[in-house]
């Protein structure tokens, strides 16, 4: 599987790490122009590491939902064009806006993903990736409320977090439900399990249906 450009392997601590080239954000080691990206920290970067065809090539539009502090959003702005990042809880977004600040790609949005009608007047219509790390119960809802941002072609990279949804419950009974929400939008091109790095947690790659 190729990484997007702007992704490279680099060596940190001997050995090949992914990075993105831009300014560090959370303490995060670099080396030259480039700055280490922590699978174990980012659920996209564990699944690029894992070797999922995420589809990303570089330059993408991206809706980026469950932004946080920016740890992650800010490596995607690295290597992706406009990218939209919306967060609720006011304290992340405060220093996601300070991410933004030396990224003028990085579009911070202090919304609720499961009300996309608040931000729709500022995303693109024509989104090539939605990406999607909410952590949070109705994480399928949240896909599928989203899914008018993707253009014709584009895709959807979530992470679904098992326990968000019902701790008691098996996680692969929890992601089974979830997946079957998602088709009712989107058909699923791929899934992985991230426990490697981030435990019971499943990586979908999934394309709207038309
Ligand atoms: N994606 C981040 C990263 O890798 O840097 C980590 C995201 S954290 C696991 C989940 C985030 O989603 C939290 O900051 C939480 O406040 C946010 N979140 C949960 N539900 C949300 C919603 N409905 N709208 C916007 N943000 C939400």
Redesign the pocket.
């Known amino acids: 599987m190729s990484l997007p450009d702007g992704v490279e392997r680099r060596p940190f601590d001997g050995h090949d790490r992914l990075a993105t080239r831009g300014e560090p954000v959370y303490g995060e080691p670099t080396d030259g122009p480039w700055r280490l990206w922590d699978a174990g920290?980012?659920?996209?970067g564990a699944t690029l590491e894992l070797g999922l065809d995420t589809g990303l090539v570089g330059g993408e539009s991206v809706l980026?939902?469950?932004?946080?502090?920016?740890?992650?959003?800010s490596h995607v702005a690295d290597f992706c064009g406009p990218t939209y990042a919306?967060?609720?809880?006011p304290r992340?977004a405060r220093d996601l806006v300070d991410v933004a600040a030396g990224r003028p790609n990085l579009v911070p949005l202090l919304?609720?993903?499961?009300t996309p009608e608040t931000y729709a007047h500022v995303v693109e219509s024509d989104i090539d990736v939605v990406v999607q790390?909410?952590?949070?119960r109705g994480q399928a809802r949240?896909a599928v409320r989203n899914r008018q941002f993707l253009r014709e072609g584009g895709h959807l990279l979530a992470?679904i977090?098992a326990r968000s949804e019902d701790v008691t419950r098996e996680p692969a009974a929890v992601f089974e439900d979830v997946l079957d929400e998602l088709r009712g939008a989107y058909r699923i091109v791929e899934t992985a399990r991230l426990d490697r790095f981030h435990d019971d947690h499943l990586a979908v790659v999934a394309r709207p249906r038309t």
């Open positions: 920290r980012s659920k996209l980026y939902l469950g932004a946080a502090s920016g740890t992650t959003v919306v967060e609720f809880a992340p919304k609720d993903a499961r790390d909410v952590a949070t949240v992470a977090k």
